[in-house]
DNA sequence: AACGATAGCAACCGCGGCGCC
DNA sequence: TGGCGCCGCGGTTGCTATCGT
């Protein structure tokens, strides 16, 4: 029994579309959802694979798309979740609102990957090439118990990239009454990511507690009700507002700082797992970049080349040093892990 | 100005997972 | 419970724009 074809390739057309197809299919999800993709290019009058509906609205149409240029911060968010989940688009994806699995491919193949072979670290491990040949004695442990963590967020991800998904099914699928189904006034009221409801998230979530970290002075809420997580995004869904958490700062980064990220028993598992130097680990990796941050932040034009405060990553001239100082401190922080001496605990 | 090399990105392809029957 | 169909993901391709000679 041989894979039956997505769709009859005969007639269908195939490469760029047009505006005028961009049309079609607009219109058409916008009045019905997109229900059955297979079905769709009938019902809206494309001569296209339903497949290819698809992928041009998940990666183009969507009005909930964030175009251009990446962000210092989306870069670094990129970066951190390639090491733990490697290729995972998808996975990464749920972390960076607006952006499409697609697009952030295409940036870590074209961008990212071969700035890091250009600073001498292994865009795959995530470390520098040189220690790759070591890798036998401690530096495997350290893998092991990266993975290891690695596993569990990578499950967490799934669950949430699936309650996304539904999320999204229930607003695309069940066309609503007004003419446009996306706008975010008309988007449901949807369970937040789990990862961003740390007060109710039963699982060990050491991205949230880095995204704590990495909040902006700025996005943080002077009414003391909670603070954003920036990603450069005004309508970022990153938020926490349902308890009095101040913003951790740099230097006083901690467990303590993570708890309100990280449930009690994966806290400290986490500090017995890594021998206490996880926060340190951080701290320290977090520090040169999270500085950097701060002053690219005063600009929100990036693109304005006569503005001082922005510097153009590509150009600066301390870029590569800081750079080191952030991988090194990667290294740090996977060298002073210890391998989990006591099983997962059980959330 | 012309041509080749390279970069960037949109789109395609094939596979695996999941749900339904 | 297994077959089937659909959807989504990740890898890859190919086109276009830009840069360098």
Redesign the pocket.
Known sequence: ?G??P?CDKVGLK????TSEEDQKLLAYIEKHGHG???ALPNKAGLQRC???C???WT??LRPDIK?GKFSMQEEQSIIQLHALLG?????IATHLPKRT???I???W???LKKRLAKMGIDPITHKPKSDNLSSADGHSKCSANLNHMAQWESARLEAE?RLV?ESK?RSTTIPSNTTNTFTPKNQPQLPPPVSMTPAASPCLDVLSALQGVWAKPSAINGQGRGYTIDLESPTSTLSFSDNNMMAPTISSFSMDTAAPFVSTEASSWLSESSGGDFAAGFTGMLSDEANEQNSADRCEDSDNAECGSCVDVEESEGEEDDNKNYWSSILNLVNSSSPPNSPPPVF
């Open positions: 029994m894979r039956s997505c195939k490469g760029p579309w059955s993709w297979r339903g497949k290819s698809r992928l041009r990666n183009y175009r290729n995972r688009w998808s996975a699995d697609n697009e491919k295409n940036y193949n074209t961008h990239a998904r099914l």
